[in-house]
């Protein structure tokens, strides 16, 4: 079973920075990609960062300031962000996607709060 555990969630003053990472176990698959969501206020979580096999993509508005990079042989993915702004205050989400053949597979991570208060 994938297993994905989160830490580096804190409180940040706006133009701050925090890292957060994302370790992953029981992975089982040759295919997969790995990121981070947040909550935001609609029902649906937005993505924040992607990275697949090297390849990364970013939300517009997190271009620039978050860095999204993988450790460990890929079984950790870590978010940096930059120049924290107040609307970045949410739950983030780390997830992994595992491919098999025409079927894709989702795990998430328990959540870790960013908050970005002066």
């Known amino acids: 079973q994938v297993q994905l555990v989160e830490s580096g969630g804190g409180l940040v003053q706006p133009g701050g920075s925090l890292r957060l990472s994302c370790t992953a176990s029981g992975i089982i698959f040759e295919r997969y990609a790995m990121g981070w969501y947040r909550q935001g206020t609609g029902n649906q979580r937005e993505l924040v960062a992607g990275?697949?096999?090297?390849?990364?993509n970013y939300a517009d508005s997190v271009k620039g300031r978050f860095t999204i990079s993988s450790e460990d042989a890929g079984n950790t993915v870590v978010l940096q962000m930059n120049s924290l702004k107040p609307e970045d205050t949410d739950v983030y989400y780390c997830?992994?996607?595992?491919?098999?053949?025409?079927?894709?597979?989702?795990?998430w991570g328990q959540g870790t709060q960013v908050t970005v208060s002066s």
């Open positions: 997830t992994l996607k595992g491919i098999a053949g025409p079927y894709e597979y989702d795990y």
């Open positions: 990275i697949s096999a090297g390849s990364t």
